[in-house]
């Protein structure tokens, strides 16, 4: 038997450290899907949670505060499993160092957006006086790891699109640059916005969009990982 036979017999499908870099990006597909699937159905099933005027890192406060503490670390250290993933498949060229340590940092600021909650506000938990409310320590610091966060993986869209277009891939450069377009502009609303109903409801569309094109991602890298034959 030749080994062209061979190989027809037995196709080698994934070598070990192409397994590796998938199940990497693997949690990149589903960092985003738990993260919103979590957040949305606290705000939807929360006593006086409302999504129009309420951003989801209040959740972090009152007796069920706990669950999204947890998202918040869960789907950070996934995140950071997805940059080490992203090294791998990216592997040299346009984006291959910046891109992978942007969202490794974006990764790192969710789980300091966990460890350090966003103060009671505009009257959740129930029982908190309407209004912004005073800003404490940890307030702060959960604004500034939402900052980070928030313009790194910004410019992570810019990198992988620029990436992109040097290769040809027009839909992609396309799909990542409005991405992060569209959610510089979630972003400035909410920081802008004082509290408006639009602007919290912009910012959740945004939020959306940005982890959709993280999955989106994550499994095109993860479907064209390259395994390596014998």
Not at 215 to 222: P, Q
């Amino acid at each position: 038997m030749t080994q062209q036979t061979m190989r027809a017999a037995h196709p080698v499908t994934c070598d070990p450290r192409t397994g590796v870099t998938r199940s990497l990006l693997g949690y990149g597909i589903i960092a985003g899907p738990l993260y919103v699937g979590v957040s949305l159905t606290q705000a939807l099933t929360r006593e006086g949670f409302d999504l129009s005027r309420h951003a989801w890192s209040l959740l972090a406060n009152g007796g069920l505060g706990w669950i999204q503490i947890t998202d918040f670390v869960v789907t950070g250290l996934m995140v950071i499993a997805c940059a080490v993933g992203l090294g791998r498949a990216l592997a040299g060229g346009r984006g291959a160092t910046w891109a992978p340590r942007l969202v490794g940092t974006y990764g790192v600021s969710l789980i300091g957006a966990g460890i350090f909650r966003a103060d009671p506000a505009m009257g959740f938990p129930v029982g908190t006086p309407e209004g912004p409310g005073e800003v404490s320590l940890s307030g702060m610091l959960h604004f500034a790891c939402g900052a980070v966060g928030f313009l790194c993986v910004i410019v992570t869209c810019f990198v992988i699109g620029r990436r992109f277009a040097a290769a040809g891939r027009t839909g992609w450069a396309l799909y990542s640059r409005l991405t992060g377009g569209l959610f510089l502009a979630a972003f400035a609303a909410i920081a802008t916005g004082a509290g408006a109903p639009w602007a919290n409801l912009v910012f959740v569309s945004g939020v959306v969009i940005i982890w959709a094109w993280l999955s989106a991602l994550s499994l095109h890298l993860y479907r064209h990982a390259a395994p390596r034959h014998a």
